[in-house]
């Protein structure tokens, strides 16, 4: 038996890899695998909230699935470009990012991802953080947020093969969950009657394409983390839309019934939005049901806030290790890390958790405009400048290939955010330009194209990617077949 099958068969157990390279003989995994992770983490509470957001906000049930929905496929298409990096590179998303911005420059994005992934973290904990106070009942609120953060760092820690179980064990729990939430909102309302197309207004229309598309967007800056560990020589086409139809599909039922939730008679539409996940319980039918609702939210909330406390953790690694140098970190190192990422994103939670639906609404906006114009470069360099062959070796030394400071592309990033400004359509500022557009928000839009079409002659320029794929000298240069490799 191979050495690969022999970690095959082994089962799950900690994980030893943290930012480094993976090599050949460690890959596992099927890219099926991808499906379950990305449908389970979007099969949860806070997509629900986003999807009513598009109603709340002014447009009507039909419009705004319909709008969810497109957004869904153009923010999910960039999100599974980005996981399709994963098998080639075997590295973290954030580490492959030096390759646009330098080993240093690419510190200056990962600042901005820490803190979406701290807002991600908090966001949830609140409404996770009620559902399990739902079910052990302590009279103070903060208990259930400290509670999940507890189960967040004993996932997160144990690392990738536990938060791929963890995605397996939400997908089917979420599909149950929210399959009979369906039922009973279509029994005991009139769905129908909320969901006749009504009068068409094309701001809010591009409200609820950039909330989704912002919602798939945010996860580009960590989705490879999760697809590294695949063979090599899976193509990269069955990765792409494994990720796209997990993401698309998890996040679109789940935004569609908070689109519902929202669109229903008055009285239980307000009762929605003063109490998320009271709503839900009650809607379930009270109760022993009740109860295993709230689990079923528990298990979605833990499985997506393990990807941003994990995502934290490497890019926080990522940042250290610019500097230091250093590529391998004990587990215990994971774990003082993920202590300390929830414990903050606890104590946001905690303290933050008022008026929980507009800030989040203002949050997920505000994200667009920061990260469109990373993921632009980044999948512009991957797929066109260097054409999917990058230097690994290199973009762990600032004095290689691509050097500690890459100006041209971190002038471009910065050009990016601030072209979008005069389109902003944000609760604390709106953009000049804005108003001619009927209040349409469009900035994600004008960031993408934007930065695309100047990223691509700037790194024809000035960027040298090698001739053929480079990896480090110890490991295998032909990957073994494909059944022999995959799990």
């Not at 792409?240 to 935004?255: D, E, N, T």
Request: include cysteine; proline fraction near 6%; charged fraction near 10%.
């Amino acid at each position: 038996m191979s050495r690969i099958q022999t970690v095959r068969k082994s089962g799950p157990a900690i994980e030893r890899r943290s930012i480094d390279f993976v090599p050949q003989r460690e890959r596992h995994g099927k890219p099926f695998g991808q499906f379950t992770l990305w449908f389970g983490a979007n099969m949860q509470i806070t997509a629900i909230v986003t999807g009513s957001l598009a109603v709340i906000f002014g447009s009507d049930a039909f419009w705004a699935i319909i709008g969810l929905f497109i957004g869904n496929l153009l923010g999910g298409t960039v999100m599974a470009l980005h996981a399709a990096q994963g098998p080639k590179l075997g590295m973290p998303q954030m580490i492959s990012s030096r390759a646009q911005f330098g080993v240093f420059g690419a510190v200056i994005p990962l600042v901005l991802v820490i803190i979406m992934y701290l807002g991600f973290a908090a966001t949830g904990a609140v409404l996770a953080g009620q559902a399990v106070e739902q079910i052990i009942p302590t009279g103070h609120p903060a208990v259930g947020v400290i509670i999940f953060g507890a189960l967040t760092v004993l996932v997160a820690t144990l690392g990738y093969k536990y938060i791929h179980l963890l995605g397996r064990i939400s997908t089917i729990v979420g599909i149950i969950g929210f399959t009979y939430l369906a039922i009973r909102l279509f029994l005991m309302h009139d769905v129908g009657a909320v969901m006749g197309a009504g009068e068409f207004a094309f701001p809010t229309f591009l409200l609820s394409i950039s909330l989704s598309a912002g919602w798939q967007l945010t996860y580009g800056p960590y989705v490879a983390d999760y697809s590294r560990y695949l063979p090599a020589n899976t193509p990269a086409r069955r990765t792409f839309f494994s990720c796209f139809s997990g993401a698309v599909l998890g996040s679109q039922w789940s935004m569609t019934l908070g689109a519902l939730f929202a669109a229903i008679p008055m009285a239980a539409g307000h009762e929605f939005l003063d109490e998320q996940v009271g709503f839900v319980g009650n809607l379930a039918g009270g109760g022993a049901i009740a109860v295993l609702m709230y689990i079923v939210i528990v298990v979605g909330k833990l499985t997506v806030n393990t990807l941003n406390a994990y995502g934290g953790y490497m890019t926080i690694l990522t940042s250290v290790s610019a500097f230091t140098r250093q590529l391998r970190f004990a587990p215990w190192v994971r774990f003082a890390y993920v202590i300390g990422f929830i414990s903050v994103s606890v104590i946001i939670a905690i303290v933050a958790s008022d008026d929980f639906i507009s800030n989040f609404k203002n949050f997920v906006l505000l994200l667009l405009m920061v990260f469109i114009p990373w993921s632009s470069i980044n999948l512009v360099d991957f797929y066109f400048s260097s054409k999917e062959k990058v230097d690994v070796p290199a973009l762990y030394d600032p004095k290689g290939r691509y050097g500690a400071w890459n100006v041209p592309a971190l002038l471009t990033y910065v050009l990016g955010v601030l072209i979008q400004i005069p389109f902003l359509a944000q609760h604390m500022y709106t953009g000049p330009i804005t108003p001619l557009l009927g209040g349409a928000d469009i900035s994600w839009l004008v960031g993408l194209v934007v930065t695309a079409l100047v990223y691509y002659p700037v790194a024809k320029r000035f960027n040298h990617p090698p001739a053929e794929m480079i990896y480090p000298a110890d490991d295998e240069v032909t990957p073994e077949p494909a059944a022999a490799t995959t799990a």
